[in-house]
């Protein structure tokens, strides 16, 4: 288990699509202890292996540390709710910069655990919109992409703003 290094904005990185994990072994549990480590040291409430450089669809969430985190191997939104719900989003590879994004409130995701067995969940609120999140990232879509260009226009003025060295 380790915290290692997250992959920042603007890396083309994080504009390619992951590859699909075919082997559930002792490498992917590490990989996941990794980005449990990484994600709670960042601090983040999810984190894709894409943001520590890694071309795998592995994500990681944790809403509730009480709960812990849960892996989700290989995920896919198989269903979309016609209901939109507003939240604010960032990313752990463009720090301190957060905007309010429009998603589907409630979705339906395929996925595989660790030991490779295929689930299928529902999920609502803050679930949803993360799941949302970090499958766009593993399907090589910055969160900045689903915002208006004006919005993300701002966004980058705000991240090059907090980037440059500050005068004493």
């Known amino acids: 288990m380790a915290v290692r290094p997250i992959v920042r904005f603007p890396s083309p990185l994080l504009g390619t699509a992951a ?47 009480q709960a812990g985190p849960h892996a989700f191997i290989n995920p896919e939104i198989t269903w979309r709710s016609s209901e939109i719900a507003r939240h604010s989003e960032g990313s752990i590879s463009m720090p301190g910069i957060s905007e309010e994004v429009e998603r589907p409130a409630t979705v339906r995701v395929l996925y595989q655990t660790l030991s490779g067995e295929t689930r299928e969940e529902e999920a609502a609120g803050l679930m949803a919109v993360c799941l949302q999140h970090e499958i766009d990232q593993l399907d090589g879509i910055f969160w900045i992409r689903r915002l208006s260009r004006l919005k993300r226009e701002r966004v980058l003025k705000r991240f090059q703003k907090s980037m440059a060295p500050q005068a004493n």
């Open 19 to 65: 590859a699909t994990v075919d082997r559930f072994d002792d490498d992917l549990i590490r990989l996941v202890d990794d980005l449990v480590d990484t994600m709670r040291a960042a601090p983040g409430i999810g984190i894709t292996a894409p943001h520590i450089g890694v071309p795998q669809r592995v994500t990681v969430i944790e809403l509730d540390p």
